[in-house]
């Protein structure tokens, strides 16, 4: 019987974040690749919108599937929540891709972070009823999603359409992005954990929010992903389906 690996997406993203680093590890894992409450194609959510909140719906969803402990992976704020879910011993391995959460809360390593992203939803809301045609050209797709991906044109049109739909229809931005919480100091460790940081990420850079990361997780495994943007699975899908492999072979 194969383990289980959960896959969490990042903030105004949804399952299909992983839609081309999954195929890669079918053969190794069962996988469960939820999109996360209020977010589109994701169960509704009610009341004011937290990390905490979304890590309860999902520690909920892994007591449906009878899973009291899986191998997790995730993005940036699928990241922090693989982090929060192996805190409450959920995990049995953890490879959290540039996870948020590593910040001082209203101070520049978060606010720079968040008025990048809420600048992204105003840019999509604004060429929506173009994105259809615009991203037909790959330069559009590299240069108009460079916070993300420093290779966006290897997404399809289709993709990068159903990306900007994805980030426009998050019920639950606002709440997230203007959330006062962060990542706690983890130490020792619930499991082995291995922070993967992308060499390029615009939106936490390694030497800011990768240097806290690992003060406040002193133990975990610290890689720098080469070549590759914020959201690792568009850029280079085989070099993250390797790094979730190495890190759940080390339970």
């Known amino acids: 019987m194969k ?7 990042g903030v105004t993203m949804s399952a299909a974040a992983w839609s081309d680093v999954a195929p890669l590890l079918s053969k190794h894992f069962e996988l469960l690749v939820p999109t996360a409450a209020g977010h589109r194609g994701g169960p509704r959510f009610t009341g004011q919108a937290s990390i905490r909140a979304l890590t309860d719906a999902t520690e909920a969803l892994l007591d449906h599937h009878g899973h009291q402990s899986v191998h997790i992976a995730g993005n940036s704020m699928g990241g922090w929540m693989a982090i929060e879910l192996a805190r409450r011993g959920r995990a049995r391995s953890v490879c959290a891709f540039s996870p ?6 209203g101070s520049p390593d978060e606010t720079r972070a968040t008025r990048t992203i809420r600048r992204l939803g105003h840019l999509s809301r604004a060429i929506q009823p173009l994105a259809p045609v615009v991203f037909r050209s790959a330069a559009v797709r590299r240069i108009g999603m460079r916070d993300i991906a420093t290779h966006a044109e290897r997404l399809t ?22 959330t006062s919480e962060s990542v706690a100091p983890l130490d020792p460790l619930p499991c082995p954990i291995t922070l993967a940081w992308a060499e390029h990420d615009r939106i936490f850079p390694v030497r800011v929010n990768g240097a806290t990361a690992q003060k406040r ?35």
């Open 100 to 105: 948020a959460g590593f910040w001082t809360p």
């Open 157 to 178: 049109a289709g993709q990068a359409v159903e990306s900007l739909r994805d980030l426009i229809a998050c019920d639950v931005a606002d709440d997230l992005l203007g």
């Open 217 to 251: 997780l002193p133990h975990a495994d610290f890689v720098i992903l080469p070549g590759v943007g914020h959201c690792p699975m568009i850029d280079d899908p085989a070099l993250c389906a390797r790094t979730i492999l190495e890190s759940a072979a080390g339970t």
């Open 3 to 9: 383990p289980v690996l959960l896959l969490l997406h």
